[in-house]
């Protein structure tokens, strides 16, 4: 078979997006093994697949991170105690903190030498039964008064532990709020642009050489705030950008650069103020701009209605 | 947890020489071999590494496909566990660790939306609106890393809108082919296409 042809065909492509049955995936499988460049193209493919993935990259809510990790760590708990039912993992220490605490310290002092050499030594000393009684009593009464100091001083230790790790969550909480409110204020700003009664909507649309091409301005002639919002525009080549005019009595005048988040459509972006326009247009200029318009890169205009 | 599954991945093609594995154009760095030996050997403490190093991507992933927070938080955990207990199908000579995770993800994604017939609705929704909080994810582990506007750059509207069908919308080719009213045999070269423009990007 031809090793080149094959590759063209776009089989190996399918196969990393997951579109063949699995008779068919074997097949690839099976190709891959035995030619290298068959080999080496789908490990290509594959890697562009994951760049692409990967541009989609979101990091998670900082809260998920626990709670995945410690819901990962009960599935698979009950999952390991489900064969061997009493098996404590050292990972697990920290949640199961009331049930380990108070049966430790028992069998700890219980099996120490040194309090059992101080009850035997009293009979020597004594004369009185009364005393040895005494006696004993302080020390069983000191040795519970240590298992319980062992016990609060353990469980202080694992609220301190606790309290730094809810520490720390609150902290990436309000890093987290921080950030959602920065984000909500702009689009509050942006809706704010939208709502407007003002505000005059000018859509422009695209000339012969960008047919497909789309945009809005949004002027409001009393404040002569001027927002730019793209729905579609070509790609600009690198060392180009994109220029936007407002047409006043059929004199251009310039109205600022689109940045290039604005020209992909992310946001609303504000524009040079505007005293008086009849018509908007956007050129395609190079980086930074040009005094005057240059009509052969004319991409999209609009008048106001 | 069934569904198209790992579907080519679980196949057991022919036994591949390391001849041929060692002619590969870039073999996984010693780090993920080290992660992946830690996985295969079933190390709990594998998976906070797991999640610190790939949860951006694999969250941004997921996220695309079933486009609702609260949703996407419970597929990544599902993924987690998933990955856990399915580890030892990982054949590591067919492909690199992110390859297999993604696809676990991308499977389980496209299975929650089918579930619902999500699709319906998010059908009418044009292909590029992405979340508005979008942040590109802080700390990169592979360093030919590219952001969402760069591809925006390079692929032309159809190449991205076939690949984002056929990867994040869990269409098949067929699906793909009535959608756009294009012949089959299209929809293969273009996504041929767009995936050589992808490759392009990788230095």
């Known amino acids: 078979m031809n090793i080149e042809e094959y590759i063209e065909s776009g089989q190996l492509e399918l196969y990393a997006l997951q579109q063949l049955s699995p008779a068919e995936a074997a097949e690839v499988e099976r190709l891959a093994a035995e030619h290298p460049p068959i080999r080496a193209e789908l490990i290509n493919v594959q890697r562009a697949l994951g760049l692409y993935a990967e541009a989609h990259a979101v990091t998670p809510p900082a809260a998920l991170r626990e709670r995945v990790l ?28 009331p049930s380990v605490a108070p049966t430790a310290p028992a069998p700890r002092y219980e099996a120490a030498p040194a309090p059992e050499a101080v009850v035997r030594s009293l009979p020597a000393e004594s004369t009185g039964s009364g005393f040895r009684w005494l006696a004993i009593a302080a020390s069983v009464a000191l040795l519970l008064s240590l298992g319980a100091n062992w016990l609060f001083y353990s469980r202080w230790q694992q609220s301190e532990n606790q309290l730094v790790l809810a520490q720390a969550e609150q902290a990436r909480y309000a890093a987290t709020t921080q950030a959602v409110q920065k984000s909500l204020a702009a689009r509050t700003q942006e809706i704010g642009v939208l709502r407007d009664e003002q505000f005059r909507m000018v859509v422009m649309t695209g000339t012969a050489q960008a047919p497909g091409a789309r945009a809005r301005v949004m002027y409001n002639p009393v404040s002569r705030r001027v927002y730019v919002d793209v729905k579609n525009l070509p790609a600009a080549p690198s060392g180009k950008q994109y220029q936007l005019w407002a047409l006043d009595k059929g004199k251009p005048v310039d109205a600022g650069m689109l940045a290039q988040t604005t020209a992909v459509g992310d946001s609303l972006q504000r524009m040079k103020d505007v005293a008086s326009a009849q018509a908007f247009a956007v050129t395609l200029e190079d980086a930074g701009g040009h005094p005057t318009p240059t009509m052969a890169a004319l991409t999209v205009m609009g008048q106001m209605l | 947890m069934t569904g198209p599954g790992l579907r080519p991945l679980r196949h057991g093609g022919g036994p591949i020489s390391h001849t041929v594995t060692s002619l590969l154009p870039e073999s996984p760095p010693a780090a993920e071999q080290q992660l992946v030996a830690r996985l295969r050997a079933q190390d709990e403490s594998a998976m906070t590494e797991f999640y610190d190093k790939y949860s951006a991507a694999l969250y941004g992933v997921i996220l695309r496909i079933v486009r609702r927070e609260e949703e996407a938080e419970d597929v990544l955990q599902e993924a987690m566990v998933k990955i856990w207990h399915s580890f030892p199908s990982y054949d590591a000579s067919k492909g690199r660790l992110f390859t297999w995770v993604l696809n676990v993800s991308r499977n389980l994604a496209i299975d929650k939306i089918r579930s619902r017939q999500y699709r319906v609705s998010s059908h009418s929704q044009p292909l590029d609106d992405s979340p508005a909080e979008r942040q590109p994810a802080v700390d990169s582990f592979r360093p030919e890393h590219i952001g969402l506007q760069e591809l925006t750059r390079r692929l032309n509207p159809e190449q991205r809108q076939i690949v984002d069908l056929l990867y994040f919308e869990g269409y098949t080719q067929s699906e793909v082919a009535d959608e756009l009213n294009m012949p089959l045999g299209t929809v293969k070269t273009r996504a041929r296409a767009a995936i050589k423009v992808l490759s392009t990007l990788i230095r």
Do not use: G
């Open chain 1, 70 to 97: 410690s819901s990962f760590q009960q599935a698979v708990n009950q999952a390991a105690s489900a064969a061997e039912p009493s098996a404590p993992t050292e990972t697990s220490a920290p949640y199961v903190v």
